[in-house]
Structures are given as C-alpha cells and as structure tokens.
C-alpha cells in the first residue's frame, strides 16, 4: 500500500513516507532497546543473585582490560602533558601543565576514552558470544530449560560494566597523570610540586563526580547495545548465520562508540 | 480414547511466504512415544518448537491436557516447561562450557540441590552415555556422535515426565543409534515420560514408538500405531515404509511402478481397438523371501539387482519392466511379438549362469537352492492385470538354476 502512494504519488511523497517510515523504525528500536534495557537491569536484583557471574565478567571486561587502558592512559598522559607543555609556555604559564592534564583527564578523556576501549576490547565481543549463542539456538536451550536467558546472559554483564567502567576510568584517569607527570617533569623540566599543587588547586569533586556519572552512563549504554545487538541477531534483515554475527559485531561497536561521543557532549552541557 | 496430552487442532504457520503447516491436527497421548516422521524440511521441527512455545501458531490451538497454550498464566506455563526437556536437533550444547557443566547446567540454575547432589546425578549419566573421558572437554572439541549423547544426558539428568527430541540418532553411527534408541525405550518403561521424536531412522524408530505420525505436504495424512501405519493402503505411507524398496528400483534401472501400469492401460485400449497387440514377460526368483530370511537380507537384494540390471540391460528404449512383487519383475514390449520377449528371456539366462551369485561356493555359511523363473504371453485382447499375472505365472519356466550341492549347511 506505502509503496503504492509512493510510486504513485511522485517523489516528494515517497520521500516524506521514507521519512516516516525511517522515523517510526528508529523509535520503535529505541523502543525495544529501553525495555530490554529494564528488563536485563531488573534482573540484576533477582534473586538468588548471581555472584559468580557476575564476577566473571568482571573478570573479563575489567581485570582483562587492565593492561590495555593503562598502557592508552599512560600514552594519553604523555602526549597530553607534551601539547600542554608546548602551548602553556608561549604565554608562560607552563606551571598550569598539571591542572591541564588532570582536568582534561578526569571530566573528558578518561571517561570516554575508557569506555571506547572496553567496547573494543570487551563490547565486541559481547555482542559476538551473545550472537553466535544466538543462531546456534544456545538461547533458544536456555529458554526451554526454563532458565532466563535475559537473566543468565544479560544481567551480569550489565552489572559488571557498572562495576568496572568506573573502575577503568579512574585508573586511565591515574595512569594518565603519571605520564604526563613524565613528559612534564621529567623530560620538560616542569616543577614537581608546581604540577601536583596545581593538581590538588584545581580538581574538585565535582569533576570527579561528573567523570563518575560519565562513565556510569557509558557503562549501562554499551553493555545494553552490545547485548541488544547480540542477543537479535536473528531478526537482522539480511544477515543470517555468521554474517548475522559480523553484522551485530559491527554495528554493536559502531552504536555504542556514536552514542558514547553524543552522550559525552549531552552530559558535559548538563554537569558543566 | 483417553483425553490427549497434547493436542494441535488445526495449526497453520507461515515464515514470510512460506506456509510450514496448514491445519495440522495431532494428537499426543501420556506415557506414549510419538514419533513425527517426514521428509527433511517439511516443518518437523517446527511442530516441536510449537510445543515449548518457541514458536507460536498462526491460527489453530495447541492444547495441554484440554487447556489452551494461549490461556495458560506465567506461573502454570513456567510449571509445564519444568517437566519438560528438549533435544535440539543441532544439540545446542553451550559451547563456552565443558560436558560436565553444560549437563549440569539445568540442575545448577534451576534447582537448590547442593553441589555433591549435583555432582553424582550428573556423573550418573556422564556414565551412562559413555562420556567419562570427555567430561572435562568442551562441546568443539568432541565428536559429533559424542555431542549428541551429551545433549541427551542434558535433557535425562532433570528426569522430565516429557522429553522432545528432535532427531536424537541423527549422525550416529549404527550400534550407537541403536544403544540411543533402547536407552530412551528403556528409560521411558522404566520412568514412563512421554516422548514426541523427529526422526528419519525408518524403520527403527517403529520399534520403540507406540504412535506414530506422517507430516507431508504441510499436513499429517496420517496418525496412528505402526500396526495401523504397516496395514495402511495410503500411498505417501507406503513410500515411507517402502523407500528402501523404492531406491533399490532406482538403484537397478527399474521403472515405476505406477509408470508401466499406466502404460499397460494405453497399450489394453490399443488393444481393444484391434489395433495392434503387444507381449509381456514375467520374471521370478523363486523363494527369494526365504533366502532373506536364511541366508540373508544382501543376498537377497543383489540376487534380485542382479536380474533387475539384467533385465533392464537387454531392454530396447521403448520396452519397461517394473518390480511387480518382493522377487517379481514384468517386462512390457509394447511394439513386438513374442519372439522379442523370448529373446530376452534367454539372453537373461546366458547372462546369469556365470553370475558371482549362482556360484554356490560363495555361500560358506548358509546356502539356499534357488531358481529364476520366466515366462512370456503375447496379449491379443483386453485383459485385466491380476489375470495376466496369474497367467504368466503358470507359463514360467526355469531358466536359471543355484543348487548348493551340499556346500553348506543346507535348508
């Protein structure tokens, strides 16, 4: 019928429609995803919890993500610390360095950063194991042994990234200050009480709190998409089998690295 | 008849443009195995999946001891789905898990029992289905009949009053499908769980059902015992209890049967009308049945190939033969005389005096006298089948004989 009026009725029509119908899709998935959302984070409390679970994957989206955020925190830090250096000495100030890196660090580049990595690193594959689960009908079994897949695959993944998001952020947010501790100090010549001082001077615990609240948000935002992705991949047009999972893969990373900038900035505007 | 335990009334179910069931009615009874059997896709597994609520109709019920799925509340369908396990025709075994935990898993979540309970019911069964060694293995690195034993002791260990299995001998190899087999015939007279199986193992599967369903064509022609399912005349049935029969015709050349009947007919009004006559031929082994049953069924069967090709080796294009009973083949000529049918008959008894098969040195264990009959009759008026038949039977003649000559232990 859509398609009819939309031939018929000349291009501006047919674009309008194409419109409304893109429109009603992207609210009916936001739709979908809010619920499944709720319904993956409630279960969380259920009971009996699932500690070993959970603890599992903290296991592997946080102590398996140590190395890598430390190692981007402290090359973040250094280079921070080595464009501040640069910038803040034309108009002589290089004793702000510290107060540079730490801010910076704490209210934007840990939080989003972190949370880029982990969905690298840890939400792609969510979003693979979720998938290949999936069209291999694991969850298919779960659900006719009667046990919640939502329950069993979901929940403690969600309540993992709350635990470890902030977690990794306040070590990328240490780390960071570390290395650009070592560009500053150490191979600039910039004071080492000067820089800490002016660390302690500047960061309250607002900035603290908002990088908190930060990286909460990105936590529930790319667990949930990542299990989403996963956990539908058999409803994706056009991708079955282990297409369907390098689909879900792709647009689990794609979704969460978007929303993650997006949010960051709504965010920001918000606590700033 | 008692009140089923499961019944579909009228089920349909379409995936996109493809329609899987059309007013499908089934009838599942208590403490009864059902076996669903049907060619590969025609929606056996999606009659199952319809079961656990996997997937739901289209239109049509799906009743529970009277009770409509669709009526059933939260708690009452969580009840039902606990006494119940399902095999997955690809195992769906959790592949992030080893053996031991991904048979455990349903008593893990599910129950409160504590962990030494656990522990022996689970290596009860590991030990019932031979599973020792790989226990500690996961499901990747074991063998696909070992897979499926390990899918089967997931859906025993919760001890379930009714167990789906879909294709659970599918991929084994012959001793273990038949130790597959007896262990759910013999687990269901001992707990007596109900079972609905999908299966392509005719006729094994016969043996340990007590019904026995046909889906073919979107539909289930037939439902019923496998006493009903052997006495009945229905044609899609007789291809399901025949088809060995059936690829044997296939594998020797023979044409169908339903093939040369039709062309009888014509050849009878051409007949009729005086316009021409045709010949027919009738070849026999004689006592083929018993050499199935003493000697043995491959014997038997390339015995019979052995005329089949044989027959069909000497047949022009335009002539047919079909299998007409367990040892019987009719050969129509329809443009030629006599003198054509007699030509095959003895050039099929030269050919088959030096045959492996009429040497009766080869049959070291038991050997079988045994002798291949012909005979030809040119049809000059109309003439119905079973008369012509019983005409060409009288009319045989030996033309190939198999003495044992004391060989063997001779019956």
């Known amino acids: ?101 730490a801010l910076s660090l704490i209210r934007e580049l840990g939080p989003v950063l972190t949370a880029l990595m982990i969905i690298g690193r840890a939400g792609s594959s969510i979003a693979a194991e979720i998938g290949i689960m999936r069209i291999s009908e694991q969850i298919d079994a779960l659900d006719t042994m009667d046990i919640n897949p939502m329950r069993f695959l979901v929940s403690p993944r969600i309540a993992a990234s709350v635990i470890t998001f902030p977690l990794l952020t306040a070590l990328f947010d240490v780390i960071g200050i570390i290395g650009g501790y070592l560009t500053g100090v150490l191979l600039l010549g910039v004071n080492s009480g000067i820089f800490f001082n002016r660390i302690y001077d500047s960061v309250v615990a607002k900035d603290i709190n908002g990088g908190f609240i930060k990286s909460l948000v990105f936590a529930l935002v790319v667990s949930t998409i990542c299990c989403y992705q996963g956990y539908f991949t058999h409803m994706r047009p056009g991708g079955f089998g282990a297409k369907g ?12 690295c978007v929303l993650v900038l997006v949010l960051d900035y709504v965010l920001t505007s918000f606590l700033l | 008849m008692p009140q089923p335990f499961i019944e579909f009334k009228d089920v349909s179910k379409s995936f996109g443009n493809l329609q899987v069931l059309d007013g499908v009615n089934l009838k599942i009874y208590s403490g009864e195995i059902t076996s669903i059997i049907g060619k590969s896709g025609v929606g056996k597994s999606v009659l199952l999946k319809h079961i656990i609520g996997l997937l739901k109709p289209d239109s049509g019920q799906i009743l529970i001891k009277g ?7 939260r708690p009452e369908w969580r009840e039902f789905k606990r006494s119940l396990s399902y095999m997955f025709q ?52 074991i063998s696909g009949g070992m897979q499926k034993r390990v899918a089967l002791a997931r859906a025993l ?33 001992e707990i007596g769980f109900t079972g609905v199986m999908v299966s392509h193992d005719i006729p094994d599967v016969f043996f340990i059902s007590n019904r026995v369903a046909i889906i073919e064509n979107r539909k289930i022609p037939f439902q019923g015992t496998p006493l009903e399912l052997e006495q009945s005349d229905d044609e899609i049935v007789w291809q399901f209890i025949h088809g060995q029969e059936v690829l044997q015709d296939q594998l020797t050349g023979l044409d169908p049967r339903p093939e040369v009947e039709k062309l009888f007919k014509e050849l009878l009004s051409e007949v009729a009308a005086k316009k021409k006559t045709f010949s027919v031929a009738l070849f026999t ?22 005329m089949a090709m044989g027959i069909k080796g000497l047949l022009h294009s335009k002539e047919y033969a079909a299998r007409f009973g367990s040892g019987e083949i009719l050969s129509v000529f329809p443009d030629s005389g006599l003198d054509r049918a007699r030509e095959v008959i003895s050039g099929l008894s030269r050919g088959c005096s030096n045959q492996e098969l009429m040497d009766p ?22 003439v119905d089948l079973t008369t012509l038949l019983e005409k060409l039977r009288e009319n045989q003649e030996v033309i190939a004989k198999m003495e044992c000559r004391g060989v063997a232990d001779k019956k």
Do not use: W
């Not at chain 1, 500690?51 to 398996?64: A, D, L, S, T």
């Not at chain 2, 009770?67 to 509340?73: A, C, N, R, V």
């Not at chain 2, 018993?290 to 190939?305: D, L, N, T, W």
């Not at chain 2, 045994?370 to 008026?381: M, P, S």
């Open chain 2, 67 to 73: 009770k409509p799925l669709s009526e059933f509340s």
């Open chain 1, 1 to 101: 019928m859509n398609q009819e009026t939309a031939t018929g009725g000349g291009n501006l029509i047919g674009l309008i429609n194409l419109l409304g119908k893109t429109t009603l899709n992207i609210i009916g998935e936001l739709g979908a995803v809010a619920i499944f959302f709720f319904h993956g984070f409630l279960l969380i409390f259920s009971l009996p919890f699932q500690f070993r679970k959970v603890v599992q994957q903290v296991y592997f989206i946080g102590v398996k993500s140590f190395l890598i955020i430390s190692l981007i925190g402290l090359f973040t830090g250094m280079v921070l610390g080595l464009q501040g250096y640069y910038t803040l000495v034309k108009f002589g100030s290089e004793g702000m360095l510290g107060a540079a890196v």
């Open chain 2, 90 to 141: 690809n195992n769906a075994l959790f592949d992030s898990l080893t053996v031991f935990e991904n048979i455990a898993l349903p008593l893990v979540e599910r129950t409160s029992l504590p962990g030494s309970e656990i522990k022996k019911k689970v290596d009860y069964r590991i030990h019932q289905f031979e599973l020792n060694e790989v226990k500690d293995r996961y499901p990747s690195q």
């Open chain 2, 361 to 382: 040195s080869k049959y070291k264990k038991v050997c079988i006298d045994f002798a291949l009959k012909a005979g030809a009759i040119e049809v000059r008026e109309p």
């Open chain 2, 157 to 189: 260990v919760t001890e379930p009053t009714m167990i789906l299995f879909d294709e659970p001998t599918t991929g084994l190899d012959p001793l273990r499908k038949n130790a597959v087999l007896n262990m759910i015939a013999h687990y269901q007279h």
């Open chain 1, 245 to 256: 999972v390098s689909l879900a893969t792709t647009s689990a990373v794609v979704i969460s």
């Open chain 2, 285 to 306: 082994i004689d006592d083929l049945d018993e050499i199935k049953k003493h000697v043995g069924y491959i014997a038997s069967q390339r015995i019979f190939q052995c």
